[in-house]
């Protein structure tokens, strides 16, 4: 079992100690470190894997570890992109949400959404589960073709109420309060959910490796894939259906209470409010499931369940 997920397993199997794991695997500032060093740290970690089962010994061996969560996939051992890094994401969808909170015009909301989109798409790519095979890459480009009509058809969805409402000029209060406070929250989160499905879906069609407690693939479940992939989606959703309802709410109290009198200040406490819940509940959506995902061996493939008399196997859930 790679290192990375006998981390998660042995310091993460509650949801508090997940999100205070992730909240440190999250700082921007391990994105600064060279390929050569995250290298180094995978020495690191092998010698100090025994110790995997009680607190981390110490800071040199703790940071070596969340370089490594932060960087390093745990399915193929390779170097993660650094724009599609864990510590990355924050960043780099932050501006992407609060331009598609904006209420501009449909087509602004399209590119918007298009971009931000696209952006989590190929993160979700290059952090899915690795172990799918692939061995005449036709998973690659089912995955490319998938990709592009997700990310296409999301964005259309997110700005088709913008679309309707120009088209057919309804400008009625019932109308604005629905296109630009209500249908954004859930149409946002179930988008962001449905990209995560579509180009995932190669995971519960094919499978994904399951291990023993000791890291020996025992096979390949399709089971196994569909919780992956449940879970992944379901976690995406809430992160930024969180991100645009929470502060679509505080923003009702703020304008009530006149506490930001003109535009420019509204707009700022928007930006903050915005800022504040992702950063939140980005390390709170990724802490939901266990990182090194179980499953109940009776909820197997028969192949697999008669290979084995462990009760419970694993197996990695991506991002």
Known sequence: MDANLRLWRE?????????????????????????????????????????????????????????????????TGKIIPG????????PLTLPLVIASSLQVQAKQIFVCQFAFHAYTTAFTVLNANGTTKDED???????????????????????????????YTLKSPLTQLVVKKLLPVPLFGLTSA????????????????????NGKVLGVSKKAGAKAVKETALSRGVLFGTA?????????????????KTSRALASVRMLLITSVLA???????????????????DLEPEIVSSTEETVLFYNRGI
């Not at 890459?137 to 120009?166: D, E, T």
């Open 11 to 75: 310091q993460g199997p509650s949801f508090f100690q997940r999100f205070l794991l992730w909240a440190d695997a999250l700082d921007p500032l391990l994105l600064f470190a060279s390929s050569d060093e995250i290298r180094r740290t995978r020495v690191l970690i092998e010698s100090s894997e025994k110790t995997l089962s009680v607190p981390i010994p110490n800071e040199q061996t703790k940071q070596a570890f969340l370089l490594s969560l932060s960087s390093i996939h745990p399915d």
């Open 83 to 90: 724009f599609f890094r864990p510590p990355a994401f924050l």
């Open 137 to 167: 890459n036709s998973l690659q480009q089912k995955q490319l073709l998938f990709s592009v009509g997700a990310v296409s058809y999301a964005a259309l969805i997110g700005a088709l109420p913008f679309i309707f409402m120009n088209r």
């Open 194 to 213: 449905f990209t995560v499905v579509a180009v995932r879906s190669p995971e519960f069609e094919n499978g994904i490796e399951v291990m023993d407690r």
């Open 244 to 260: 645009f309802f929470l502060p679509a709410v505080l923003m009702h109290f703020v304008e009530r209470s006149n506490f930001a």
């Open 280 to 298: 939140g509940m980005l390390p709170a959506s990724l802490s939901m499931f266990p990182q090194c995902g179980e499953i109940k061996r009776a």
